[in-house]
């Protein structure tokens, strides 16, 4: 990813955030992490990220993203002999389509990314507005959407170790390169 690419991408995500009233310390928005997941397609796949705490036993961690981004399909294996991460979305602005297994969504909201639909296979659609929220158990496959308008998710978990998420797409590379 380009550095002016990352760096106006953290910007909106800071001005994401003073819209929604949540404030951050300089050291929080120096923090922001943004992900393209190695496609280089940020505006369409990828997510900003501040991790406000990672423990060995939680995690809690701000997920923002831009209108109609998508955070590719993936999961949270067991590591170590552990249970993967299990984690509860709470959407604070805008709205996010949160897909897993169970039966297809007729007519959901999101669809994938054009051109990558090889790589979405779980198509029950949870539209979670501000104030909604949904707990996934360990090791469950899910993608999400934010809507036209863009979103901030809060995530609550057990412990991140985001490096062993195993995504459907075997082109994602978790960790961003910047250029």
Same mark, same amino acid.
């Given at each position: 990813?380009?550095?002016?690419?990352?760096?106006?991408? $953290?910007?909106?995500?800071?001005?994401?955030?003073?819209?929604?009233?949540?404030?951050? &310390?300089? $050291?929080?928005?120096?923090?922001?992490?943004?992900?393209?997941?190695?496609?280089?397609?940020?505006? #369409?796949?990828?997510?900003?990220?501040?991790?406000? %705490?990672?423990?060995?036993?939680?995690? *809690?961690?701000?997920?923002?993203?831009?209108?109609?981004?998508?955070?590719?399909?993936? #999961?949270?294996?067991?590591?170590?002999?552990?249970?993967?991460?299990?984690?509860?979305?709470?959407?604070?602005?805008? &709205?996010?389509?949160? !897909?897993?297994?169970? #039966?297809?969504?007729?007519?959901?909201?999101? %669809?994938?990314?054009?051109? @990558?639909?090889?790589?979405?296979?779980?198509?029950?659609?949870?539209?979670?507005?501000?104030?909604?929220?949904?707990?996934?158990?360990? @090791?469950?496959?899910?993608?999400?959407?934010?809507?036209?308008?863009? *979103?901030?998710?809060?995530? !609550?978990?057990?412990?991140?170790?985001?490096?062993?998420?195993?995504?459907?797409?075997?082109?994602?590379?978790?960790?961003? %390169?910047?250029?």
């Amino acid at each position: 990813m380009k550095k002016n690419t990352y760096l106006a991408a $953290k910007q909106q995500a800071i001005t994401q955030f003073d819209r929604a009233h949540i404030v951050l &310390t300089e $050291k929080e928005k120096d923090a922001i992490e943004v992900a393209d997941f190695g496609l280089d397609d940020l505006a #369409r796949t990828g997510l900003q990220i501040l991790t406000y %705490v990672n423990t060995e036993r939680c995690c *809690a961690k701000e997920l923002v993203m831009t209108p109609n981004q998508t955070c590719p399909e993936h #999961r949270h294996p067991m590591m170590d002999g552990q249970p993967g991460k299990e984690e509860t979305f709470r959407c604070r602005a805008g &709205t996010v389509s949160l !897909f897993v297994p169970g #039966r297809r969504t007729a007519h959901p909201k999101a %669809v994938p990314p054009q051109g @990558d639909e090889a790589y979405y296979t779980v198509y029950h659609e949870i539209v979670l507005n501000p104030g909604d929220q949904y707990t996934l158990a360990p @090791d469950t496959l899910h993608w999400f959407q934010a809507g036209p308008l863009g *979103a901030i998710v809060s995530e !609550f978990s057990t412990a991140s170790h985001d490096e062993s998420d195993v995504f459907t797409d075997p082109r994602i590379q978790r960790v961003p %390169v910047v250029e």
